[in-house]
């Protein structure tokens, strides 16, 4: 059984378009977080939901919006796409006030916009 | 100063001997810290956890940390070839927002 799922797993698109993303978790976390990694392998935090509540917003372009219909929920729109968008988005889950904020991964979302 | 700092690499390890990670962060406060491997072209994956000052250990790996010193770093022992990846170090600074600040991570290369 798959923990953490993203899909899809490859997106390929013209700058401008908009496109969205998909996770899913089945470990009966609380909290769900945004990730993007740039091509030089820079993990960064985008967002993070708490029981649909979102608690971490970072310095990230409105043209990204998060959204949890349910905790075990979280997608990621993206509006105008850029040519600096091209990375790869992980969405990660963990139980806050559990094991110490231990965070799983899911296996990414490769953007590459041409 | 970088919150999460960790050397690049690529470390080179021969088959058989210790490979040794370092990684030191700047936020006194911190209280949870992580090391994930990841290999090229999939996700991280948590390998160890340490929340307390010394070694803890988990098959052919270890985990030390010195929060007087601000330094985490694993050990892992007999390295494999299975090993080569990129290692992570990441730390939850015990904020309210369960931030986990990642560092760049360390290439290692087991050599066969």
């Known amino acids: 059984d798959t923990a953490v799922s993203q899909t899809p797993k490859y997106l390929v698109t013209q700058m401008g378009n908009d496109k969205s993303i998909k996770c899913e978790q089945n470990?009966?976390?609380?909290?769900m977080y945004w990730y993007k990694q740039d091509s030089k392998k820079f993990l960064k935090i985008m967002f993070s939901y708490n029981n649909k509540e979102l608690i971490i917003n970072e310095t990230v372009p409105n043209r990204f919006s998060p959204k949890s219909p349910d905790k075990a929920h979280l997608n990621l729109h993206i509006n105008s796409l850029e040519l600096g968008d091209s990375a790869v988005y992980f969405c990660a889950s963990s139980q806050v006030g559990g094991s110490y904020n231990e965070q799983f991964f899911g296996p990414g979302t490769r953007l590459t916009v041409l | 100063q970088k919150e999460v700092e960790q050397n690049s690499g690529p470390l080179s390890v021969p088959e058989g001997a210790i490979a040794s990670l370092n990684c030191t962060y700047s936020d006194r406060g911190s209280q949870s810290f992580f090391w994930y491997r990841q290999y090229s072209g999939k996700s991280p994956e948590l390998i160890m956890s340490?929340?307390?000052?010394g070694d803890k250990e988990d098959g052919r790996f270890t985990a030390q940390l010195n929060k007087a010193s601000q330094y985490v770093s694993l050990l892992i022992r007999d390295s494999q070839p299975s090993d080569s990846a990129t290692y992570l170090c990441a730390v939850d600074r015990g904020n309210r927002d369960d931030k986990i600040i990642f560092g760049k991570g360390t290439r290692l290369h087991i050599l066969p």
């Open positions: 340490i929340y307390s000052n």
């Open positions: 470990l009966g976390h609380d909290t």
